[in-house]
T-cell receptor, first 111, second 114 residues
Framework: RKEVEQDPGPFNVPEGATVAFNCTYS??????FFWYRQDCRKEPKLLMS???SGNEDGRFTAQLNRASQYISLLIRDSKLSDSATYLC????????????FGRGTQLTVWP | DTGVSQDPRHKITKRGQNVTFRCDPI?????LYWYRQTLGQGPEFLTY????????KSRLLSDRFSAERPKGSFSTLEIQRTEQGDSAMYLC????????????FGSGTQLSVL
């Protein structure tokens, strides 16, 4: 079983739509959670950290459910510029330095 | 430019040849990571350094792969006797380490093994 599982999509939504991505992680002892964004043929960039109580950054809301071991990302009022692949990232349990990446969920926002 | 830099951006080689990639992390970052990414997949962890010490290596890192960070600054990743399955994007990232796990990636080295 992979450490991080994501639905690869693709998700195709119109501008202004609300879209949500989920991912699940296998290790209940994981402590750090992130969403990264990767544009086509570019390197991944940190979008936001995910905190236990949930957190919001503008149009983006991240939530963590430790009991079910899943993480979500909600994007409101989608923009064309949100088109990218969104990577769910979780740290290891005994390997403090290692971060595990999901395969990513592809989002296309159309006009 | 104060970001993570990688060299070369692209490398085309023949099967069986050796290749070496270089990564220069953000100067104040003490952790340096190597990841590999293939099309349609997320980055896969290869190895990471805390200063000059290589603290962890993935099972993916076969005997043909070796990484160094001799002075705790730049790092090199060498692949010996390349195989077609080694074709991928090799990404380097750095972080502040214990104070933050946030990774800052370089643009990567795209390796094509013919």
């Amino acid at each position: 079983r992979k450490e991080v599982e994501q639905d690869p999509g693709p998700f195709n939504v119109p501008e202004g739509a609300t879209v949500a991505f989920n991912c699940t992680y296998s290790n209940s002892a994981s402590q750090s959670f992130f969403w990264y964004r990767q544009d086509c043929r570019k390197e991944p960039k940190l979008l936001m950290s995910v905190y236990s109580s949930g957190n919001e950054d503008g149009r983006f809301t991240a939530q963590l459910n430790r009991a079910s071991q899943y993480i979500s990302l909600l994007i409101r009022d989608s923009k064309l510029s949100d088109s990218a692949t969104y990577l769910c990232v979780v740290n290891g349990y005994s390997t403090l330095g290692r971060l595990y990446f999901g395969r990513g969920t592809q989002l296309t926002v159309w006009p | 430019d104060t970001g993570v830099s990688q060299d070369p951006r692209h490398k085309i080689t023949k099967r069986g040849q050796n290749v070496t990639f270089r990564c220069d992390p953000i100067s104040e970052h003490n952790r340096l990571y190597w990841y590999r990414q293939t099309l349609g997949q997320g980055p896969e962890f290869l190895t990471y350094f805390q200063n000059e010490a290589q603290l962890e290596k993935s099972r993916l890192l076969s005997d043909r792969f070796s990484a160094e960070r001799p002075k705790g600054s730049f790092s090199t990743l060498e692949i010996q006797r390349t195989e077609q399955g080694d074709s991928a994007m090799y990404l380097c990232a750095s972080s502040e380490g214990s104070r933050s796990e946030k990774l800052f990636f370089g643009s990567g080295t795209q390796l094509s093994v013919l």
